[in-house]
């Protein structure tokens, strides 16, 4: 009523600029206030509408039921996983921890939740979840264990820090076990030795450090961090196996940024055009799991020692790779498939591709030869077993 008499006393070009003033601080309030961000301002990117939870139909419904539906909350592991209508190799090993720690987890109830937290968790379309994700805003709300564990990707720690509003603060204290584990994926992107000690504090004390790899689980990387350092082997996919006369001329290339790749990838369409180079991009892992079964070959562009490289063997493939000294172990053997440099694949790849891809002899030896050296550092006997004593000593020390 109010709004309409305003609107009748004052003529229009008077009121439109209070409206202008009015509509911003509403703007400012919503992005400053509402939102708990504080002038906090960060580099992730802004995510699509659908992103946030008032936007998705029946979320408040499904979340809720989620979390009220967990059997024995009293002690609690949550594996905090990227929320993201993407898909990426961290991605997919953190939900394979949490799938197969429900094998493992005695005594615990297993929950996978989102980062970054104030995002829905969404239904990934090119990725279905082993474990349903959860809300972190919902687990707060009706989950309170005795037990709390939360693993936290490394990439993700200042955000997980930066997004801690006092609600989930005082939620937090007041679970009696509570510990953090930093999920170290990739030793490069660890986040500052300041954040860590944020962690440290906000559990206690009782922070630890899980490494993907084997080259940055060690001692002097314990003393770097202050925080015990453990080895936790990801998990290895089941894969579509073809014999080399069921494949196809299809190089895959990871999706991945390098100042190379464009060459490389010309200098492959220029000499081997009965060769197809296919890009992955925007397509669901089963479908990617079909495509690099039935490709000769696959390039990673990006660690080296990652999916791009070790599934296509999975798969009766040759992955191609360069030796990345972050990620490869340091006994791993020299193996033609592996390069020690970028000018070293461009020189010799159409070589070699040419003398690898029509000999079924060689392929099949190549192929065979690489899998078996890569079973000595990823295998999922290791897995296990690296699983099994994390959980055990999550049980020996209550959290």
């Known amino acids: 009523m109010i709004k309409h008499i305003i609107k009748f006393l004052l003529p229009p070009f008077i009121l439109y600029p209070f409206i202008v003033l009015y509509r911003y601080a509403k703007y400012l309030k919503h992005r400053f206030i509402d939102r708990k961000t504080f002038l906090r301002f960060s580099l992730k990117a802004k995510p699509e ?7 998705i139909r029946g979320y408040v419904k499904c979340q809720t039921a989620l979390a009220k539906n967990l059997k024995n909350p009293r002690c609690v592991v949550i594996f905090f996983n990227v929320i993201q209508e993407w898909i990426s ?3 997919m090993s953190i939900d394979r921890l949490a799938v197969h720690s429900q094998e493992y987890a005695a005594g615990f109830t297993v929950i996978q939740s989102g980062l970054p937290i104030p995002l829905a968790c969404i ?6 979840w082993g474990v349903p994700v959860i809300d972190f805003k919902y687990i707060i709300k009706y989950v309170h264990p005795k037990t709390l564990r939360l693993n936290i990707p490394e990439c993700f720690v200042q955000c997980f820090l930066n997004d801690l509003t006092a609600g989930i603060i005082t ?4 679970i009696p076990n509570l510990s953090i584990n930093i999920l170290n994926q990739n030793d490069r992107i660890m986040p500052n030795q300041h954040s860590i000690e944020e962690l440290r504090t906000l559990a206690n004390g009782r922070l630890t450090i899980t490494a993907a790899h084997r080259r940055y689980c060690t001692k002097e990387k314990e003393i770097m961090y202050g925080a015990p350092v453990y080895m936790l082997t990801p998990f290895l996919p089941n894969f579509y196996r073809l014999n080399f006369n069921q494949k196809e001329n299809i190089i895959i290339i990871s999706d991945d940024a ?14 081997l055009p009965c060769f197809k180079t ?6 669901h892992f089963e479908e990617y799991k079909k495509l690099v079964s039935k490709a000769k070959f696959a390039i990673s562009f990006g ?16 992955g191609i790779a360069v030796r990345n000294n972050v990620f490869f172990p340091k006994d791993f053997k020299h193996v033609p498939t592996v390069y020690e440099s970028w000018e070293q694949l461009h020189c010799n790849i159409i070589t070699d591709i040419k003398k690898w891809a029509y000999n079924e002899k060689l392929y099949c030896e190549i192929q065979s030869g690489v899998e078996a050296e890569l079973s000595r550092f ?5 897995s296990k077993k690296d699983l099994a004593a994390y959980y055990e000593r999550l049980l020996s020390t209550g959290g």
């Open 378 to 382: 990823c295998n999922n006997e290791q």
């Open 278 to 283: 296919v890009i992955i991009q925007n397509m």
């Open 123 to 128: 239904k990934n379309p090119y990725y279905d």
């Open 258 to 271: 390098h100042h190379m790749k464009e060459r490389i990838i010309k200098q492959i369409n220029n000499n």
């Open 49 to 55: 509408s659908g992103y946030y939870p008032n936007h």
């Open 89 to 91: 190799g961290g991605m």
């Open 303 to 318: 660690e080296g020692f990652d999916g791009y490289f070790l599934e296509p063997y999975l798969s009766n493939s040759i």
């Open 171 to 174: 939620y937090l204290r007041a």
